[in-house]
């Protein structure tokens, strides 16, 4: 008779399939596990026991060893096959707008060939715009930038990584100079990038040559009067520097350096040499705002195609070897001779394409108008210069500029056929439009809870006298076979169809109106009721990298109409925004007092720039006078903006330091200044504590905790595994906003990577009496909903994009659960099939385990279990990015590491 079924521990048997497993394993009075054909001999349950602990210990170890390297890609290894070939222009070629310029996605453009990829400036943003209409990021090696402004490079750090990851060898950046010091700033928070090499090529270098096209960068610099000269105004839309509030009237860049410093010690490039370069040398590149980068590009030249039809007519050998030679010398412009009889390339060969030409130039103020339009390099495209005229301009140019008489004229003078693509803020285009799909369907669920997306309003655009087209995302102008606008792939928004799509799902419909006559009738629900502050809109909560449906970490708390802090800002923060609050977003900005940065991983502070910039912006427009932001970060974040200050752009004027480990408990705080900045953020803020803790993540990364004087206590996580520091920090919160990157079942995955699972998030949440506890940060395999378990309870929510919720409504959250699984019914089933599925493998793995181990002898097995199962992990934050990278195809899944 057998004893049967016995749980295996530190297995997560949560999914019936492997409930399933377990049931066919007999465990006998003899301590004989049986399935199938399979014997293996326990001499006692703590064997079982450990055995569990090293099959757990195995796949940790599993996760550390070394990667394998990386296979190339296919069309590297295409491209490489070419170069032994008679090569040729390509046949296929069209520019194509990602980002029309709008205010949320900045201008940007992808090139496409079957050779060759290329990327005209990369801001905030693009890589998820990208993602989300399948451009493959795997297929770049080309990106060149206009001009070193936030607005161009926002979004190169985050692309610049996802290249490395995915295996790309090489990219070439080119650009202005400072393009080699940006990319040694961003290794602050991104590492060393030995995986891939990023050629710089200054627009010194003046011309560059592949498979596709040559590519010549035209320097523009702009006649600056001599008011503006010594400040390196910003001439870009998002930092109105000429602004008589702006500080950098009166402070000048080192003085800005000289006070952040004094306020505490702050590493300085130019004092101590880099430890990059070989010597410590001290060469400095400074910055120039004077400078913006044209690109002409001119197609390689494409011999005519061979036509059979014609060829058969003539009676050409075709089927033979002897036709080889003879199409060759055709198609190279050569008459033949085939049986007495002349044939003349005409006859069979359609004729050869010398190659079109292009150019992207960008004329940011007025400053660059006469340099632009007496450019000798870009007039010899003009109608009557010494180039045919060229096929397209693309011009990266603000309204005001495009109305001026001088432009218009030269815009004019490439002549008729010569189409003109417009990227501005006047563009009218929806970019996102997954993310604008789920939050339209979500609003049907709860209205003020989630509340339909909107966009910033255009203005009255320029009339002008030439064929131009404004941009849209995805629209293309295709350079071959044929010159023409394409419109095929730019995507539709249509709201109603989102909406109709919803209400077919099965069931949806019938949980929403259970779930509002729920909130209709339950007392405890005050939403509507309570007071419209603080306020918490959710603006970005996925993890890792931005992807269409979730943002990276951003969470603003509004604590009062004109009273905000920010907590964490990832990339694109701005731009969620902007379509949050539509046009009202200046006003928003204007009243964001602080910034919390959690820690130094990319995608919770590589959108601070962007949103420090667009600030200035908003309270100039505002006519509210200028004042800093006061920044609560690791101190080690000025390396970076310092770095980026020297080099490329003004900012340090923005921001006041508060280092987040002053704030922890018992911190003394050194120098009277930071004192000062600290006083004055509790009184903005109107706060009788802001304080922080160490968690356990990466080094230098902490939590916070805010504490209004009316008594209510917001705390947020930042990233952490569980970490009683945080306990301590957040006792009888009021609201706590924690991360839950990885679902139940994958403890030993967020162990490694020093991240939290959804229990684990509401254990501590429950530990610290939390009254209610908002997940978010999830990792982008849960795209739309992370999975549910037993411990969601009615303290908890799960947070999404541009979701707002206030203390009112914790008794609402938990009940529009129901019409969420209605909504993401299909998801939910598919990660639970995965979940079923990784559950089996692990039992199977570890079954295997067991039986090598037994086959050597039990009884040695033990101490190397207990070895092994307390083998410490590694340091995480290097491979966080392959922890939460998507499978191309839509299903999650890790990259390929172990």
Same mark, same amino acid.
């Given at each position: 008779?057998?004893?049967?079924?016995?749980?295996?521990?530190?297995?997560?048997?949560?999914?019936?399939?492997?409930?399933?497993?377990?049931?066919?394993?007999?465990?006998?009075?003899?301590?004989?596990?049986?399935?199938?054909?399979?014997?293996?001999?326990?001499?006692?349950?703590?064997?079982?026991?450990?055995?569990?602990?090293?099959?757990?210990?195995?796949?940790?170890?599993?996760?550390?060893?070394?990667?394998?390297?990386?296979?190339?890609?296919?069309?590297?290894?295409?491209?490489?096959?070419?170069?032994?070939?008679?090569?040729?222009?390509?046949?296929?070629?069209?520019?194509?707008?990602?980002?029309?310029?709008?205010?949320?996605?900045?201008?940007?453009?992808?090139?496409?060939?079957?050779?060759?990829?290329?990327?005209?400036?990369?801001?905030?943003?693009?890589?998820?715009?990208?993602?989300?209409?399948?451009?493959?990021?795997?297929?770049?090696?080309?990106?060149?930038?206009?001009?070193?402004?936030?607005?161009?490079?926002?979004?190169?750090?985050?692309?610049?990584?996802?290249?490395?990851?995915?295996?790309?060898?090489?990219?070439?950046?080119?650009?202005?100079?400072?393009?080699?010091?940006?990319?040694?700033?961003?290794?602050?928070?991104?590492?060393?990038?030995?995986?891939?090499?990023?050629?710089?090529?200054?627009?010194?270098?003046?011309?560059?040559?592949?498979?596709?096209?040559?590519?010549?960068?035209?320097?523009?610099?702009?006649?600056?009067?001599?008011?503006?000269?010594?400040?390196?105004?910003?001439?870009?839309?998002?930092?109105?520097?000429?602004?008589?509030?702006?500080?950098?009237?009166?402070?000048?860049?080192?003085?800005?350096?000289?006070?952040?410093?004094?306020?505490?010690?702050?590493?300085?490039?130019?004092?101590?040499?880099?430890?990059?370069?070989?010597?410590?040398?001290?060469?400095?590149?400074?910055?120039?705002?004077?400078?913006?980068?044209?690109?002409?590009?001119?197609?390689?030249?494409?011999?005519?195609?061979?036509?059979?039809?014609?060829?058969?007519?003539?009676?050409?050998?075709?089927?033979?070897?002897?036709?080889?030679?003879?199409?060759?010398?055709?198609?190279?412009?050569?008459?033949?001779?085939?049986?007495?009889?002349?044939?003349?390339?005409?006859?069979?060969?359609?004729?050869?394409?010398?190659?079109?030409?292009?150019?992207?130039?960008?004329?940011?103020?007025?400053?660059?108008?006469?340099?632009?339009?007496?450019?000798?390099?870009?007039?010899?495209?003009?109608?009557?210069?010494?180039?045919?005229?060229?096929?397209?301009?693309?011009?990266?140019?603000?309204?005001?500029?495009?109305?001026?008489?001088?432009?218009?004229?030269?815009?004019?003078?490439?002549?008729?056929?010569?189409?003109? /693509?417009?990227?501005?803020?006047?563009?009218?285009?929806?970019?996102?439009?997954?993310?604008?799909?789920?939050?339209?369907?979500?609003?049907?669920?709860?209205?003020?809870?989630?509340?339909?997306?909107?966009?910033?309003?255009?203005?009255?655009?320029?009339?002008?006298?030439?064929?131009?087209?404004?941009?849209?995302?995805?629209?293309?102008?295709?350079?071959?076979?044929?010159?023409?606008?394409?419109?095929?792939?730019?995507?539709?928004?249509?709201?109603?169809?989102?909406?109709?799509?919803?209400?077919?799902?099965?069931?949806?419909?019938?949980?929403?109106?259970?779930?509002?006559?729920?909130?209709?009738?339950?007392?405890?629900?005050?939403?509507?009721?309570?007071?419209?502050?603080?306020?918490?809109?959710?603006?970005?909560?996925?993890?890792?990298?931005?992807?269409?449906?979730?943002?990276?970490?951003?969470?603003?708390?509004?604590?009062?109409?004109?009273?905000?802090?920010? /907590?964490?800002?990832?990339?694109?923060?701005?731009?969620?925004?902007?379509?949050?609050?539509?046009?009202?977003?200046?006003?928003?900005?204007?009243?964001?007092?602080?910034?919390?940065?959690?820690?130094?991983?990319?995608?919770?502070?590589?959108?601070?720039?962007?949103?420090?910039?667009?600030?200035?912006?908003?309270?100039?427009?505002?006519?509210?006078?200028?004042?800093?932001?006061?920044?609560?970060?690791?101190?080690?974040?000025?390396?970076?903006?310092?770095?980026?200050?020297?080099?490329?752009?003004?900012?340090?004027?923005?921001?006041?330091?508060?280092?987040?480990?002053?704030?922890?408990?018992?911190?003394?705080?050194?120098?009277?200044?930071?004192?000062?900045?600290?006083?004055?953020?509790?009184?903005?803020?109107?706060?009788?504590?802001?304080?922080?803790?160490?968690?356990?993540?990466?080094?230098?990364?902490?939590?916070?905790?805010?504490?209004?004087?009316?008594?209510?206590?917001?705390?947020?996580?930042?990233?952490?595994?569980?970490?009683?520091?945080?306990?301590?920090?957040?006792?009888?919160?009021?609201?706590?906003?924690?991360?839950?990157?990885?679902?139940?079942?994958?403890?030993?995955?967020?162990?490694?990577?020093?991240?939290?699972?959804?229990?684990?998030?509401?254990?501590?949440?429950?530990?610290?009496?939390?009254?209610?506890?908002?997940?978010?940060?999830?990792?982008?395999?849960?795209?739309?909903?992370?999975?549910?378990?037993?411990?969601?309870?009615?303290?908890?929510?799960?947070?999404?994009?541009?979701?707002?919720?206030?203390?009112?409504?914790?008794?609402?959250?938990?009940?529009?659960?129901?019409?969420?699984?209605?909504?993401?019914?299909?998801?939910?089933?598919?990660?639970?099939?995965?979940?079923?599925?990784?559950?089996?493998?692990?039992?199977?793995?570890?079954?295997?385990?067991?039986?090598?181990?037994?086959?050597?002898?039990?009884?040695?097995?033990?101490?190397?279990?207990?070895?092994?199962?307390?083998?410490?992990?590694?340091?995480?934050?290097?491979?966080?990015?392959?922890?939460?990278?998507?499978?191309?195809?839509?299903?999650?899944?890790?990259?390929?590491?172990?």
């Amino acid at each position: 008779m057998f004893n049967i079924k016995k749980r295996i521990p530190l297995i997560n048997l949560t999914s019936l399939a492997a409930r399933q497993w377990v049931n066919t394993c007999y465990v006998a009075d003899t301590g004989i596990i049986k399935q199938r054909s399979c014997y293996s001999v326990f001499p006692s349950d703590s064997f079982l026991q450990s055995f569990c602990k090293m099959s757990a210990g195995n796949q940790r170890n599993a996760s550390k060893k070394a990667r394998h390297p990386k296979e190339t890609l296919r069309h590297i290894r295409t491209r490489e096959q070419r170069k032994n070939v008679d090569q040729h222009g390509p046949a296929t070629v069209y520019v194509q707008v990602v980002g029309a310029g709008s205010r949320d996605n900045g201008p940007s453009l992808y090139v496409f060939s079957e050779f060759n990829r290329y990327l005209f400036n990369c801001g905030e943003g693009t890589q998820r715009l990208m993602q989300e209409h399948k451009l493959k990021a795997a297929r770049l090696d080309n990106i060149f930038l206009t001009r070193m402004s936030w607005q161009n490079v926002g979004g190169l750090s985050g692309m610049i990584l996802t290249l490395k990851d995915t295996g790309v060898p090489e990219c070439v950046l080119a650009g202005p100079p400072q393009l080699d010091e940006y990319v040694n700033a961003i290794r602050v928070f991104s590492g060393p990038l030995e995986e891939i090499k990023i050629a710089v090529q200054p627009y010194t270098e003046p011309q560059y040559s592949d498979n596709t096209m040559t590519v010549n960068q035209v320097p523009i610099f702009a006649q600056l009067k001599p008011s503006k000269r010594k400040w390196s105004p910003s001439p870009e839309r998002g930092s109105p520097s000429n602004s008589p509030r702006s500080r950098s009237q009166s402070r000048s860049p080192q003085a800005e350096r000289w006070n952040l410093e004094d306020s505490e010690e702050l590493i300085n490039d130019r004092e101590r040499g880099r430890p990059d370069r070989p010597g410590g040398s001290t060469r400095i590149t400074i910055r120039d705002p004077s400078l913006v980068v044209a690109f002409v590009c001119k197609l390689h030249p494409k011999k005519g195609n061979f036509l059979v039809a014609k060829a058969k007519d003539l009676g050409l050998p075709l089927g033979t070897p002897a036709i080889g030679p003879i199409v060759a010398a055709l198609k190279d412009g050569k008459t033949v001779t085939f049986e007495g009889k002349e044939i003349l390339p005409g006859e069979v060969c359609t004729p050869a394409d010398p190659g079109p030409a292009f150019i992207v130039v960008e004329c940011p103020s007025e400053d660059f108008i006469e340099p632009v339009c007496n450019n000798e390099h870009l007039n010899r495209y003009h109608t009557g210069g010494a180039e045919d005229p060229a096929s397209l301009v693309v011009h990266m140019t603000p309204e005001s500029i495009l109305q001026t008489d001088r432009y218009k004229e030269w815009m004019e003078r490439f002549g008729p056929t010569t189409e003109h /693509l417009i990227l501005n803020e006047q563009a009218h285009t929806i970019h996102n439009i997954r993310s604008h799909k789920i939050q339209t369907q979500l609003n049907l669920i709860h209205p003020e809870i989630f509340p339909a997306p909107r966009n910033c309003e255009t203005k009255k655009q320029a009339a002008l006298h030439v064929p131009s087209v404004r941009g849209e995302c995805l629209l293309k102008y295709q350079l071959r076979p044929k010159f023409e606008w394409q419109r095929d792939a730019v995507p539709l928004c249509d709201s109603r169809e989102f909406i109709k799509e919803a209400t077919e799902l099965p069931g949806f419909l019938e949980r929403v109106e259970e779930c509002k006559q729920s909130l209709a009738t339950d007392p405890t629900v005050l939403s509507g009721k309570a007071d419209q502050y603080p306020e918490v809109v959710f603006l970005g909560t996925g993890s890792a990298l931005p992807m269409k449906i979730r943002n990276v970490s951003a969470t603003l708390l509004n604590i009062s109409p004109t009273q905000s802090v920010l /907590l964490d800002c990832g990339e694109g923060t701005f731009g969620q925004m902007c379509r949050h609050y539509g046009n009202n977003i200046d006003e928003v900005l204007s009243n964001l007092s602080a910034v919390f940065i959690s820690h130094m991983h990319a995608d919770h502070h590589t959108g601070l720039l962007n949103l420090l910039l667009q600030r200035e912006r908003a309270l100039n427009s505002q006519g509210r006078p200028f004042t800093p932001v006061l920044l609560v970060a690791p101190l080690q974040i000025m390396t970076w903006l310092n770095q980026y200050h020297d080099h490329c752009q003004r900012i340090l004027s923005h921001i006041n330091i508060i280092p987040a480990k002053f704030l922890t408990e018992g911190a003394e705080v050194p120098k009277y200044k930071t004192k000062t900045f600290i006083q004055s953020l509790l009184k903005k803020l109107d706060l009788e504590k802001f304080q922080t803790c160490v968690v356990h993540h990466c080094k230098n990364a902490f939590a916070c905790s805010l504490t209004h004087h009316s008594g209510w206590k917001i705390v947020f996580s930042g990233d952490t595994m569980p970490c009683d520091a945080l306990v301590q920090l957040g006792k009888d919160a009021t609201l706590l906003i924690h991360e839950a990157t990885l679902e139940d079942g994958m403890e030993e995955e967020a162990t490694e990577k020093k991240h939290s699972t959804t229990s684990q998030a509401i254990g501590i949440g429950m530990e610290m009496n939390a009254e209610f506890i908002m997940l978010n940060h999830f990792s982008q395999r849960y795209a739309k909903i992370p999975l549910f378990n037993a411990d969601f309870n009615e303290k908890v929510g799960i947070a999404f994009d541009h979701m707002r919720i206030r203390f009112g409504d914790f008794g609402a959250i938990p009940k529009l659960i129901p019409p969420l699984k209605a909504l993401f019914a299909e998801e939910i089933e598919e990660m639970v099939g995965r979940r079923e599925k990784r559950e089996l493998r692990q039992m199977k793995e570890a079954s295997l385990e067991v039986l090598d181990s037994g086959r050597i002898n039990s009884t040695q097995a033990q101490p190397s279990v207990n070895k092994t199962a307390g083998t410490e992990d590694p340091t995480p934050g290097s491979n966080k990015r392959e922890l939460e990278q998507p499978h191309p195809e839509g299903e999650s899944k890790k990259l390929k590491a172990v």
